[in-house]
């Protein structure tokens, strides 16, 4: 398929509802973007929080997001996405404000606590809403074209906070995180205007008038729960894969990419910037391209290309410890490139295989249970890159991390004989329909 006929996609779908979340979560983005990287900065710098005791907070704020997910997702199945996202979403604001407002330890610590509760409500929800506006074959055009909006804005949003930000200047902070909080405020704005969508579905309703549209009783599901989530075989086998995905890639460059490029590689701290730049633009030039290319293949298929791409990534990044001076730098960049491709492959195939397995009634804690991963991989990530890197081993990192990555493609691939063609996106699976059909 041609990257026109992405696009065409695109269109076709980002209107009415679709296009009011999209903007929405791009000008989050670019708010996001502003603050993103000066978190631990502002807290040790300019607010004179000592660093390990900073760390400390982020790490508390990571682990009580991660408690907080299931019951997010509980919440999405119970009264559906859009008002989970929108409670979820004003709580975010209120905890990124009180950031620029901090000046205790005692306050940073308040302040993470309201932002861990508003941002365990967002993805998840935010993804179910999304695959509850799309029709099933456009879930993967949706997420992956939202992925792209994402990168787009956090780029944009770091550069214009790097024309703003001064370290001896505290007021540069507070205003870069005021307005931090007032995209979020944009985000709930797009998403409270797209009217009475992304409630309860039509089977969970209570039951009503004929005129509202609600099954009988009888023809109603039965309420849903962890445990039946929890009994899935075949998420089990996504999340196996996925986690492992995760901990060997998104967790560990996210944690180690950095100090690896100086202390390992030992390039000046100016070439860190440079590098993930490379990162942010190929995500946004090829991610339509790479759309194209995935639509209609399998599923499982593309997830172990996944991990074959970010192997490839880390062997590179490991190639680098043995060049000096520019071709480090640029071999360093292709890696953080072949990473972003392989970034542009997950995007729009995990999430979308995520909301096929899901049944509609269970999809808010399908999708929490997503965020779990993520959560439990940005912590393994970390770990694992300081068991390492602290003892000045980043050759033996970058295999190991390499190898992680081949293991997770290799369940990634079996993952296909567990699939219906549907699930695993594959042509077929409208010929199947068909067929059933007739």
């Keep these: 398929m041609p990257v026109s006929a992405a696009v065409a996609d695109v269109r076709r779908i980002a209107h009415g509802p679709v296009r009011k979340l999209f903007i929405g979560q791009f000008l989050n983005a670019l708010g996001n973007g502003l603050t993103l990287a000066l978190l631990i900065v502002y807290l040790s710098t300019v607010r004179e929080i000592p ?3 900073a760390t400390v907070l982020l ?9 907080i997910s299931p019951i997010s997702g509980t919440l999405v199945d119970r009264f559906g996405p859009r008002p989970v996202l929108l409670c979820a979403v004003l709580i975010e604001a209120v905890g990124v404000f009180a950031y620029g407002q901090v000046t205790t330890t005692g306050q940073a610590f308040a302040a993470m606590t309201v932002v861990a509760v508003g941002g365990a409500g967002i993805w998840g929800p ?8 799309v029709a099933p074959a456009d879930r993967a055009t949706a997420f992956g074209f939202g992925f792209m909006l994402l990168n787009l804005g956090l ?6 906070s790097s024309t703003i930000v001064d370290l001896d200047n505290p007021s540069t902070f507070t205003g870069l995180y005021t307005m931090t909080s007032l995209a979020y405020i944009a985000l709930f704005v797009a998403v ?17 008038d004929a005129e509202a549209g609600a099954a009988p009783a009888s023809d109603r599901r039965e309420e849903g729960s962890w445990r039946e989530v929890l009994r899935d075989r075949t998420l089990l086998r996504f999340a196996a894969a996925g986690l492992l995905m995760l901990t060997f890639g998104y967790g560990s460059i996210d944690a180690g990419a950095a100090i690896f490029i100086t202390d390992s590689v030992g390039l000046p701290e100016r070439y860190i910037g440079i590098v993930f730049a490379a990162n942010t633009a190929v995500i946004v030039v090829s991610q339509l391209f790479v759309l194209s290319i995935v639509k209609g293949r399998s599923r499982a298929r593309v997830l172990a290309g996944v991990g074959l791409m970010w192997a490839l990534s880390w062997l590179l990044f490991g190639s680098a410890l043995a060049i000096e001076g520019w071709i480090a730098v640029g071999l360093l960049i292709i890696a953080m490139g072949v990473f972003a491709l392989g970034e542009t ?3 729009p195939t995990a999430p979308a295989l995520l909301n096929d397995l899901a049944p509609e009634h269970l999809r808010g804690r399908y999708n929490a249970f997503q965020s779990v991963l993520w959560g439990v991989s940005g912590a393994l990530g970390p770990l694992l890159t300081g068991v390492f890197l602290s003892a000045s081993l980043g050759g033996l990192w970058t295999l190991t ?19 219906t063609p ?5 042509p077929d699976a409208e010929t199947q329909s068909s067929v059933i059909a007739d």
């Design 422 to 426: 549907a699930q695993d996106g594959r």
């Design 401 to 419: 991390l390499a190898a992680g990555c081949i293991v997770a493609a290799t369940i990634a691939l079996r993952l296909r004989a567990h699939l």
């Design 126 to 133: 935010a993804s179910a809403l999304t695959a509850r506006l």
């Design 59 to 67: 790490a508390w704020q990571a682990v009580l997001a991660l408690l």
């Design 155 to 160: 780029g944009l949003g770091g550069l214009i």
């Design 192 to 208: 409270l205007s797209m009217g009475p969508v992304g409630g309860l579905p039509v089977e969970e309703l209570e039951p009503a």
């Design 51 to 53: 660093l390990g005791l």
């Design 345 to 347: 492959m997950w995007s």
